[in-house]
């Protein structure tokens, strides 16, 4: 018997070893390699709703600061029709009307409906609330629930998607986050919307498409925006100079609640969690707007009131593909210094179509003198998480860098989605859901240690005793 017990102990101990040793892993799930296309433009999720007027592409997002207010968009195209919104909760019969904008644009030879921003103040936090737009044409129903009033231990779920795109694969993704158990109460979304620049004049038709087939779940829940590249939509060739002109005159942002003067970069308080979105596309250098709003925002976060400090970027600044390799590095020169002072919890990107989780590391060393710049495991470092792999039209990034680095802890070439589960101010579940799998299948799983309040190593190589 002991030695045979012996004989476990070493065996678990060379097992160990191996555990300790290896860096990062690559995933050995290879899926099967299909030609990655749209949806044609008579698909049933692009239907137009019926009737006169009809509203469609009805989306939410948050419409203030802490998660009391909803911006409510849509589009009509008969006439401009009611600008207002009506509304009510769930425990009270009283109706209430908000009232709007209206805006259009033109973008080459294509010319929007009339795209409805309307925002509805002083809602009560944990609320269901029904809301009707198209009010005097023809009315649509729909509903969302506020979130709970902000504190440290509010549990919370949001969903992760980026990059999707309209693809027959996009549809398996948002399906695939509709139906996962873990029911994901708002969505943060890391840029690249519909990829209409694909096409030619970048016909902005498949902007509505777009619109209309991601209504079935923005519209009952908040989406929170960051942008992307596929938002810039900046063709000098046709004439078309303004950057981001289809996207921002379709998608709000609450950024004037948290001081931002852009629409771009901006922060939201939801529960227990403080969530900073910054633009990859929109100067961040030193002097810049964008520097002077972060370096201003990063001390107002109250870990005591959230916990929870995330941020929302397109271009990633950890990423071992060769797709889009060191394209997030001079933001990450400006500001990784920042993230690790206060603190960051984790880091969600989009843009390299895959997914990829790192390490908690940090690389500020470096100077032109000292020459010091390998990335090094840090505990007051963000995770940084890829998840560019919605599955648009482009298709996926499937060539990595080899070896995989060391900050490198998961990667994979598939679409899926992500849920963060936050439990309480020291705890949330993250899982990362590829798409040819069954809704609740966590391919990649991680228990997250709020680094505030329990910043003790949660790094998956890290064996504890
Ligand atoms: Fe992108």
Redo the contacts with the bound molecule.
Sequence with gaps: MGFLHSLLLALCLVLNLVFVCNGGRTSTFVRKVEKTIDMPLDSDVFDVPSGYNAPQQVHITQGDHVGKAVIVSWVTEDEPGSNAVRYWSKNSKQKRLAKGKIVTYRFFNYTSGFIHHTTIRNLEYNTKYYYEVGLGNTTRQFWFTTPPEIGPDVPYTFGLIG?LGQSYDSNKTLSHYELNPTKGQTVLFV??LSYADNYPNHDNVRWDTWGRFAERSVAYQPWIWTV???ELDFAPEIGETKPFKPYSHRYRTPYKASQSTSPFWYSIKRASAHIIVLASYSAYGKYTPQYKWLEQELPKVNRTETPWLIVLM??PWYNSYNY?YMEGESMRVMYEPWFVKYKVDVVYA??VHAYERSERVSNVAYNVVNGICTPIKDQSAPVYITI?DGGNLEGLATNMTEPQPEYSAYREASFGHAIFDIKNRTHAHYSWHRNQDGYSVEADSHWFFNRFWHPVDDSTTHVSH
């Design positions: 990059d840029g690249d992307g590249n596929h397109h271009s889009h989009g843009h560019g």
